[in-house]
């Protein structure tokens, strides 16, 4: 996107600036992510702590993260050091930069099982089933050494994309498809509805028992905001580097972050019926999306075709967020250490290559390597997701809302919008106060102190 930083690209219009975050929010955080976490985590008592995350810390991060890198045109690095005066914040762009790349093993994983189901689509060899055999079928796909080579060719694809400047054919790419993804999810969603376990699916995902909210569960519904949201690693904050003069920001944060709850809720209304129709655990975890799909298919007409395009949709889905987190350490290595963009692509593949390697063996040869009761795919989203992504948020709120000046801030919101001194006020009395104390919180909460 950026060939150097004196002639910073920028979007072409608000409407690109919108279809980019979406591209980058909208991926596999709500579409595998979003249900196993709510299936592992009480599921309408998840539900309820997401949305309540994605307003109260969400939307308010998401206009930080704008401010930041539309004002200071930079990399997350340059622009915590362009605002910081003499202070050591930066050391948060590393950690962002850091989460970026294990995020990014993991992700391409799981995009990975997305390319195979749809190369196994294609051929006409996933088998679409109305009995419980997508366990096996996934095991059958996924153990083993097979995910390597999955994640490999995910990976290539991703840097080809990168490295072929196709960033803009990928944008253009996304704006129509991203409305395709929706409208085919709301076609699964009527699906849905004809599904024996659709009362009981239903009733998982949107009662919640508020019992079920423990520290664990308003932890993941943290993490899960962050990580749908595509927050606390400077991910918007690169995006919005790239944004135009009159790109609203508090705009363009609530409808990103409207759109992408829709797709995680949706989501959910798609797996959770069929899960309980199938009598499966709404617990299974990463593998949960992948072992239901093949049935939802199944109770459709031409069950095949749907799949092809499901998958497809779900592996364009995964490279418009996987352009997103490469974007971050790309542009610090471009900017930062001088490189040239196609040196930076190399290098920063080259580390999530390894990751992508431990990470997609994790289920397979180096399953036996456990920490904490992980393994390795699991460690680092947890650590990514629950840890980085919430300090780096805090980081950055408390940033933003005590020591960036106020007059970057306001010309920053001056752009057309109506009601702003009333809006600045709010955010940033949200930022000083409400996002960092609520993260805060968490944290000791999660780790037993309160
Ligand atoms: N938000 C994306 C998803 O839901 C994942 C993602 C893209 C991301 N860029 C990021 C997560 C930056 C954290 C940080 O699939």
Redesign the pocket.
């Known amino acids: 996107m950026t060939e150097n930083t004196k002639t910073r690209v920028k979007f072409a219009s608000r409407f690109a600036a919108v279809a980019t975050t979406v591209g980058?929010?909208?991926?596999?955080?709500?579409i595998?992510?979003f249900p196993f976490e709510a299936g592992q985590h009480g599921g309408g008592a998840f539900l309820l702590c997401y949305v309540v995350f994605v307003c109260v810390l969400g939307v308010p991060l998401l206009c930080a993260e704008f401010c930041m890198g539309r004002g200071t045109r930079s990399n997350v690095l340059g622009a915590y050091r362009t605002l910081q005066g003499r202070g050591r914040w930066h050391y948060a762009g590393y950690l962002?930069i850091t989460?970026?790349v294990l995020?990014l093993s993991f992700?391409s994983v799981v995009a990975g099982w997305t390319l195979e189901y749809l190369i196994q689509s294609l051929s006409g060899a996933l088998k679409l089933t109305d009995t419980p055999a997508g366990h096996a079928e996934f095991e059958s796909l996924t153990t083993g050494w097979r995910p390597l080579l999955w994640t490999v060719l995910f990976l290539l694809t991703n840097f080809g994309v990168l490295i072929g400047g196709v960033t803009h054919g990928i944008e253009r790419m996304s704006n129509i498809l991203m409305p395709v993804l929706f409208v085919v999810l709301l076609a699964f969603c009527i699906n849905s509805f004809t599904l024996p376990g659709f009362g009981a699916g239903i009733e998982f995902l949107f009662s919640p028992d508020f019992s079920k909210i423990t520290p664990a569960v308003l932890l993941s519904a943290m993490g899960q905001a962050?990580?749908?949201?595509?927050?606390?690693?400077?991910?918007?904050m690169t995006y919005a580097s790239y944004f135009s003069e009159k790109t609203r920001l508090a705009r363009t944060a609530t409808i990103t972050a409207g759109l992408?709850t829709l797709v995680a809720v949706l989501a959910g209304v798609m797996i959770f019926p069929a899960v309980f129709s199938f009598g499966l655990s709404p617990q299974a975890g990463p593998t949960l999306v992948f072992e239901v799909l093949p049935y939802v298919f199944s109770r459709l007409p031409g069950g095949a075709v749907w799949s092809v395009l499901f998958f497809l949709l779900l592996v364009i889905?995964?490279l418009t967020?996987?352009v997103?987190?490469s974007e971050?350490s790309i542009s610090y290595l471009c900017e930062e250490k001088h490189m040239s963009r196609r040196r930076a692509t190399t290098v920063s593949s080259a580390i999530a290559l390894i990751g992508g390697v431990l990470c997609a063996l994790s289920f397979g040869p180096l399953d036996s390597w456990m920490l904490f009761g992980m393994n390795i795919f699991d460690l680092f989203d947890y650590t990514?997701?629950n840890v980085f992504?919430p300090v780096g948020g805090m980081i950055c709120c408390i940033f933003v809302g005590w020591k960036v000046d106020r007059k970057f801030l306001r010309r920053e919101f001056a752009v057309n919008t109506p009601g702003r001194k009333r809006l600045l006020q709010i955010l940033v009395f949200t930022l000083r106060w409400i996002c960092p104390a609520a993260i805060f919180l968490i944290f000791l909460n999660s780790i037993g102190l309160i």
């Open positions: 980058s929010s909208v991926g596999l955080g709500n595998w992510r962002g989460a970026s995020i992700y962050f990580f749908s949201l595509s927050l606390g690693l400077g991910g918007m992408d889905a995964s967020s996987t997103s987190m971050i990514a997701s992504l």
